[in-house]
């Protein structure tokens, strides 16, 4: 059974894409703890990141480097958030968003997905491609 995530890399369901290549991409998560909040993902279906290649591993943090570089400059704020959770969906994700404190890392702040504005959300993955292509 493809997980959520492999059906967005698929197509099967919409995602806005800031970033893919043939291993990795970067779509904004639908339930966000800030415009911008982006998740990274493998293309391979591994449910644990302790499971990935040693050389995937080190793919996927390069993206979420350069995401997290990105989101600083698109969004202005002091740092990238960087969260593995990993228990919501069984595919290997990192969640990087603009923060500039400590309470930023609470999930049960994140915005429910019929809550976001469908037009910020657009706009934030814009700025985050734009910042990503100017790197």
Known sequence: ?????????N???PGRFVYRDDKVVAFLTIEPLAYGHT???PVEEVDKWTDLSPELWGHLNL????VGQAIIEA????RAGYIIAGFDVPHTHIHVFPTN??????????MAMDATDPK??????????AA????
């Not at 993206?63 to 350069?66: D, S, T």
């Not at 990503?132 to 790197?135: D, G, Y």
């Open 101 to 110: 404190a400590m309470g930023d890392y609470d999930f049960r702040k994140a």
């Open 1 to 9: 059974m493809s997980s959520v995530f492999t059906k967005i890399i």
């Open 75 to 78: 969004f202005g704020s002091q």
């Open 11 to 13: 197509g099967e369901l």
């Open 63 to 66: 993206v979420a480097q350069k």
């Open 132 to 135: 990503l292509a100017s790197a």
């Open 120 to 129: 910020l959300m657009d706009d934030a993955a814009e700025k985050i491609k």
């Open 39 to 41: 998740l990274v993902v």
